[in-house]
């Protein structure tokens, strides 16, 4: 079965600091029509889950610009650029390119 | 905007049938390229994509919960549901109703509702 590990499970971080998240495939998320099916998406307490990006890279409608996401194949990384005191939460990475979808462990950001 | 609204009862027997419905507004659940479905998050675990249903009625369900998952749809009320049935503890988790724009990249996100099982 395909796995998602995420690292860190929990982030420290100052305000105004980047912050690193990594999500790592067990197989190749390239799928047979040549793009990759990796999206990131944020819980805050007391809000909707919202997604983030979406094929890796591309940052969904209304989503600050501090928010990055890179990689490919295995390896992927979510970058907050100059985390903001409403980036606190719970970042999760998914993959849709294997049936069926699954999720990343999850990682706690605490300001 | 587009908005989803779980409801159901928050506490339910083991042994018993958890239902759900979600309140669509903002698009019509008969909206073709898309995906109407549910992913639970459990106490500790990694959240897991249940089931979804698509804009032909038909329905796809993760293997673990086949034979215990329903998912449906009411066109005139624009609401999907969600069954599942012989529910333990370990079924006890937020349960989101969700928007899918293919390949599981989710889109939106009810806000979700807490339901424990116990006795």
């Known amino acids: 079965d395909l796995v998602l590990t995420q690292s860190p499970l929990s982030l420290p971080v100052t305000l105004g600091q980047p912050a690193s998240i990594s999500c790592r495939s067990s197989q190749s998320l390239v799928y047979s029509d040549g793009n990759t099916y990796l999206v990131w998406f944020q819980l805050r307490p007391g809000r909707s889950p919202r997604r983030l990006l979406y094929q890796v890279s591309n940052r969904d409608s209304g989503v600050p610009d501090r928010f990055s996401g890179s990689g490919s194949d295995t390896d992927f990384t979510l970058t907050i650029n100059r985390v903001e005191a409403d980036d606190a939460g719970i970042y999760y990475c998914m993959q849709g390119t294997h049936w069926p979808g699954t999720f990343g462990q999850g990682t706690r950001v605490e300001i | 905007q587009l908005q989803l609204q779980e409801s159901g009862p928050g506490l339910v027997k083991p042994s018993e049938t958890l239902s759900l419905s979600c309140s669509v507004s903002?698009?019509?659940?008969?909206?073709?390229?898309?995906?109407w479905g549910w992913v639970r998050r459990s106490p500790g675990k990694t959240p897991e994509w249940m089931g979804s249903i698509d804009s032909g009625g038909g329905t796809h369900y993760i293997p673990s919960l086949r034979g215990r998952i329903n998912v449906s749809r009411d066109l005139s009320k624009n609401k999907i549901s969600l069954k599942l049935s012989s529910v333990t503890a370990a079924d006890t988790a937020e349960y989101f109703c969700?928007?899918?724009?293919?390949?599981?990249?989710?889109?939106?996100w009810g806000q979700g509702i807490l339901v424990t099982v116990s006795s």
């Open positions: 903002g698009a019509s659940v008969n909206s073709l390229y898309y995906y």
């Open positions: 969700v928007r899918d724009s293919g390949h599981f990249a989710i889109d939106f």
